[in-house]
C-alpha cells in the first residue's frame, strides 16, 4: 500500500514501527498540514531515513503519489479540514485524535466521511494497548456480567509543549488531547454509548502554557443509566518512571476488572487473579489491512465520532459549567 | 467521663475498643433511639458484657444519668433528632455520620448546636486511619505543594442490609452514607471548601435492597476552582480480602499523594517513596479529651456539618440531574 503522512505532531510511531518491521508499505510522501508549518526536524531526521519525498502542499501530494492511505498529524485544528480535503479525493485516512476540535468540524467530517467511498480511523492507539485489550475482551466474555460503572485516568508528563499547546484555538484543550482516550476506553470496553457528561478543568500551575488544562474531571451518563468518570491531569512528576499513569476500574453485576502499571486484574466472588495479555497489535498494520480489505481494526470510524463528540461535549460542559445531553 | 450509647447501627467500635483498653470511661447506659428500635442483639451480647444499664427511652437514661457525652447510633433518619435532645440538654453528642440524612434536619441541627454549650462531632472516624492521616500530614507539611485535584474511592461489599437500608427516608442513600468518607477526605486532606457538586448515581443490581444505590460518582468544585471527584459503591466482590477498598489520589503543584492498601505513597520531581505511618489513636477517646477540655479531636463541629451538607448536595444534584452550587 502507498501510503504518506501529513503533519508530524502526535502518534506516528506505529507507522514508524510498521516500517521499521518490513512491513509491504510504499512510504511514498510526506508533506505540510499547512503553509509554514515547522516539520524540519521530522524531515531532516525521518523523512530522509525513510527515503520519503517532501511536499509543501498535501494536495498536490495527493496528485502526485495517489496514495492509498494519508497519516493526518498536522497541529490539531487543522486535522479535521485535512482529512475532509483526502476523504474528498478518496484517500483513506488515519487521523490524530481528537479528530475535530469543533462540533461544527466534526459534523462536516461525519458529512464528509458518510459521501466518500474511502475509510477512516483515529489514533485511539490505547484500544491495542495490551492490558487495555485484557480489560475488554474479559468484559466481552462476560466475566464480569453487566458493566455498570467505569472509572478512568489519564495522568501525563507535562514537559514543555509547543507553542501551539497554549491557545485553546489551536490546541483544542486537555480533555479531547488527553482525556479522549479515557472517554474511548469507556465506550469500547462498556460497549455503551455516552448521553450525558458534566465537566470540571482547570489551567492552575500549568507552566507557561497559556490557556492548557493541567487538570480535568468529566463524569459521563450513558444509555441505559450506567455511569462513568474520568480524571485527567498534566502533573506526572518528573520522577515518575512512565510518562502516564493509565488506569481504568470496570465494575460489572458480577466483578470488577482494574488496569493500573500496564497490568489487568479480575476481582469476582470466587477468584482475584491477574488477566494474562497478549502480543501487541501494531495498530496502523491493523487499520492497512482493513483498507486492504482484510477483517475490521479495533477503532471504526464511528468509534473516532462518537469518543471525538463525547470528549467535545465534556468540554463544552467544563466551560459552560452545565450537564450537557446529547 | 460518663457515656452513654444511643442505638446499635453503626460505628460504636471505636467506643467498645476504647472501653476495652481500659480508658477511664463510665459506661452508664443504653438506650433504643426510637420506641420498637431492635437493638436486642446488642443488649444481650455488649450491654451484658459492659454491664450497662439498659433504658428504653433515651431521656429518660440522660435525666437519670446525666452524662457527658452520648454516642448517636440510631437508624440514619433519627440521629438528627436525637443529636438535638441531647444538645439542647447539654450533653456533648458522637454521632454516626451523616449527621443528618436532610438538608432541613441539618440546618436545624446546626443551630441547635450553636445554641448549645456541649460539643459535636461525627464518626468521621476516617481521619485516624494512619494512610490517609499520612497523606493528610504530606500535605499539610507542604510536602506537594498546593492541592488542585482530589481523586478519591468508596467500594464496599454489600451483603445483606437491614431492611431501612432498603428506603431513601430511613436509610439516606449511598452517597450520603458511604461517600461521604471520601467526601470528607477531599476537605480535610485539601484544606479546601466544596462549593458545588454534579452527582450521578443508580441502584442497578441491588440484590433486593429496595430503592439503595449500588454505584454514584460525584463531581466537586473547590474554593479556589480546584476539583474534585468521587466514586463509590456497594459492589465490592465476596472473594476480596477487605470489606473495603478506599483509596485517595492528591494532585499538588509539587507532587502526588496516593492512598491505597492501606499505604500511602508520594511521588514529586525527586523521588518516588512510601510515606511512614504512625500508630493509630483512638477517635472516640480523641473526641472525650477535646470534651474534658485536653486538645481538638479531628472532626470539628464544622467539619461533620459540612461534609453532611456536601454529600447532602451531592446527592440532591444526582436526584435532580442538576449542578448544585452552596
Known sequence: MKVVLIGSTGHYYSFHRALDSGADIQYVGFANGFDGEDNSHYIRVFAS???????????????????DIALVCSHY??????????????????????????IEDLDLLEKTYEQSDAHFSAMLEMRYTPAFK????????????DVIMVTAQKSYKLNQRPEFYKKRETFGGTIPWVGIHAIDWIRWISGKEIVSASALQSNKYNNNHGELETIALCQFGLEDGSIAAVNIDYMRPAAAKTH???????????????VRDGKAWLLDDDKEMELELEEEQNPFIAYMEQ??????CRVQAEDAFRSTRAALMARQAADEGRIISF
Open 244 to 258: 502516564g499513569d493509565d488506569r481504568v476500574r470496570v465494575v460489572g453485576s458480577k466483578g470488577i476488572i482494574e
Open 291 to 296: 483498507v486492504k480489505g482484510n477483517g475490521r
Open 49 to 67: 531515513k525513510y527515503g520519503t519525498k517532501v511536499y509543501d502542499n498535501y494536495m498536490e501530494m495527493i496528485k502526485a503519489e495517489k496514495p
Open 77 to 102: 485544528y487543522r486535522n479535521a479540514g485535512i482529512s475532509m480535503d483526502l476523504l474528498k479525493a478518496g484517500v483513506s485516512v488515519y487521523s490524530e485524535k481528537p479528530v475535530a476540535t469543533t
Open 134 to 145: 485484557a480489560a475488554h475482551d474479559a468484559v466481552k466474555k462476560g466475566l464480569i456480567g
